[in-house]
């Protein structure tokens, strides 16, 4: 806030014995994340968010309320397919594209993936997609 006051507005991070953490969709502080990471905003209000250590691209709805999984089944590896079955390797870096597809980079190095259209900024992915590294070609 204006007066410097810090406010959860979604999620908690839960860790087991071992350091793990778990995903659960849901609304407000019922949500959880491990090490929510890449943030970005959509033209809705929407805010999307590289869930790293859960390998999945989360959207916390524009007023703030609703988290729900976009992409990615969890499991940790580079796949491209349809969202729900699409693998991240540690997303952490999210751009918006002007054409209204959502550009992930992951934490370790790798190729750089996108959620197809404006599908993954309006709560839902249809498609992930590899491309090239510039780095790792």
């Known amino acids: 806030t204006p007066g410097g006051v810090v406010t959860t507005l979604a999620g ?5 014995a071992y350091g793990h953490g778990r995903w659960v969709d849901g609304t407000g ?9 890449g943030v970005a905003v959509d033209s809705s209000g929407n805010v999307i968010v ?3 250590y859960n390998h999945r691209i989360r959207v916390l709805s524009a007023d703030l309320q609703q988290v729900s999984t976009v992409a990615g089944d ?4 580079h796949r491209d397919g349809a969202a ?3 693998q991240f390797q540690r997303p952490a870096g999210l751009a918006l594209l002007p054409d ?5 980079t992951n934490f370790w190095h790798g ?15 249809q498609h992930v997609t590899t491309h090239s590294s510039p780095l790792h070609g």
Not at 12 to 16: F, G
Not at 29 to 37: E, I
Not at 111 to 125: D, G, I, K, N, Q
């Open 84 to 86: 729900a079955q699409a």
């Open 100 to 104: 209204g597809r959502v550009l992930v």
């Open 50 to 52: 590289a869930d790293c």
């Open 12 to 16: 908690s991070e839960y860790r087991d």
């Open 74 to 77: 969890g499991g940790e590896g």
């Open 29 to 37: 502080t019922g949500a959880s994340f491990s090490n929510p990471y």
């Open 111 to 125: 190729p750089w993936l996108s959620c197809s259209s404006s599908a993954c900024s309006s709560s839902s992915c």
